[in-house]
């Protein structure tokens, strides 16, 4: 329980689905939501991923997971995919039942699976988006893609929102998730860089994941800061180093963040180079 944290603006969206009469719904769709992440949170203990904490917000709820960057790339994508698969499995047997007391919850799992799998982040779809676009980008590269994609829905969310609140008066559902999306944008920009840095900074520890090579060839002009536009998530970099068209030598991706933890950005890789002799 202690690794339950609980947002002040889910307490009050509880309390205005409470006011206008919406509290019963309002508890089942937390009831699947919560199953929802177990789901998640039990394929992180089978993967022997630590379980950090869990952020409930008025959009679901979020396990924090220690050690995911850790496990291999098709652990990472099961245990995104576990959550929605449970409501969609809970979905699947309150269709079979057939029965009218189980529509709404039906209704609520398919609607819990579909949302999640949007591709905004953090929901899971974000996240399944961005693991599949580090196989083929850089880091930095996939997370503006994927944040432009999430700011672009939290718009829509508040535009459809409006509609849903002038067609169906005092259903704030969408608007209040488009707002809430889009109030998080700055936090998702900034928590989306800082486990880049951290995920390159542990990525030493960590190479037995690290099956594949990925090799640039640079002058001795090339600015420390564009290096990091080339870091992939999956793959190990290294940097062949030519100095006046001739061969320098060979630079790890693990000896310039060393660098640019001693240094910073700035500079160039012949700095590194310089520091390495």
């Known amino acids: 329980m202690r690794k339950i944290k609980i947002k002040y603006s889910f307490l009050l969206f509880a309390f205005i689905m409470f006011v206008l009469g919406f509290f019963q719904q309002f508890?089942?769709?937390f009831i699947f939501v919560s199953l929802h992440e177990a789901g998640h949170i039990l394929a992180g203990r089978f993967f022997s991923i630590e379980i950090k904490k869990v952020i409930i917000t008025p959009i679901g709820e979020t396990a924090i997971m220690k050690n995911i960057d850790s496990v291999s790339f098709w652990k990472r994508l099961i245990v995104f995919f576990a959550g929605p698969l449970i409501n969609i499995i809970f979905g699947v047997v309150f269709f079979l039942l057939d029965s009218d007391m189980f529509v709404f919850a039906k209704n609520v799992n398919f609607m819990i699976a579909f949302f999640n799998l949007l591709p905004i982040y953090p929901l899971d779809g974000g996240r399944i988006l961005l693991l599949l676009?580090?196989?083929?980008?850089?880091?930095?590269v996939s997370n503006k893609i994927v944040i432009r994609i999430s700011y672009a829905f939290s718009i829509l969310f508040i535009l459809f929102g409006i509609v849903q609140l002038v067609l169906f008066p005092y259903n704030l559902s969408l608007l209040c998730i488009?707002?809430?999306?889009?109030?998080e944008r700055n936090k998702t920009y900034f928590g989306m860089t800082?486990?880049?840095y951290k995920h390159i900074i542990k990525k030493k520890n960590i190479l037995k994941n690290m099956i594949v090579l990925k090799s640039f060839c640079v002058n001795e002009n090339f600015e420390i800061k564009k290096i990091l536009k080339k870091i992939y998530f999956e793959?190990?970099?290294v940097f062949y180093v030519y100095i006046d068209g001739k061969?320098?030598?060979?630079?790890f991706e693990w000896e310039i963040i060393e660098y640019i933890q001693k240094k910073g950005i700035g500079g160039n890789i012949l700095d590194i180079v310089k520091e390495l002799e």
Do not use: D, Q
Request: glycine letters at 4%; aromatic letters at 32%.
């Open 27 to 29: 508890l089942i769709i």
């Open 133 to 140: 676009l580090n196989k083929f980008f850089p880091i930095i």
């Open 178 to 183: 488009g707002v809430y999306l889009f109030k």
């Open 194 to 196: 800082f486990n880049f």
């Open 235 to 237: 793959y190990y970099c």
């Open 247 to 251: 061969f320098k030598r060979k630079i």
